[in-house]
């Protein structure tokens, strides 16, 4: 089982950045594929990065919308997944989800296991 707490949502203006933190419980975060999603209003939950486990090569992935402007990284040590989100758009407004599953990585979110609760990320215009 394991446990999942986003941090780090807020208000910023478009051009803006952000980095938003996701916190796993539990002695085995290194076997998990970590990966961001994110859902606006009236929107279905759409994939934005995943990072693969250290051990596998610790790839990264993600959607093309947002490729050069975000970063997912992972610290093994603290437990731990970053979104580093830079030249934010209006359009990136939304709750942003993390997520965890054993294997390889998938944009599907009906394959990841485990969710953190949300944060929201606000881009004003």
């Known amino acids: 089982q394991v446990q999942l707490v986003e941090s780090g949502g807020g208000l910023v203006q478009a051009g803006g950045s952000l980095r938003l933190s996701c916190a796993a419980s539990g002695r085995t975060f290194t076997r998990y594929v970590m990966a961001w999603f994110r859902q606006a209003p009236g929107k279905e939950r759409e994939f934005v990065a995943a990072i693969a486990r250290t051990w596998s090569g610790g790839n990264t992935y993600y959607a093309d919308f947002v490729k050069g402007r975000i970063t997912i990284s992972r610290d093994n040590a603290k437990n731990t997944v970053y979104l580093q989100m830079n030249s934010l758009k209006p359009e990136d407004t939304a709750v942003y989800y993390c997520?965890?599953?054993?294997?390889?990585?998938?944009?599907?979110?009906?394959?990841?296991?485990?969710w953190g609760q949300g944060t929201q990320v606000t881009v004003s215009s």
């Open positions: 997520a965890a599953r054993e294997g390889s990585a998938y944009t599907d979110y009906n394959v990841y296991t485990y």
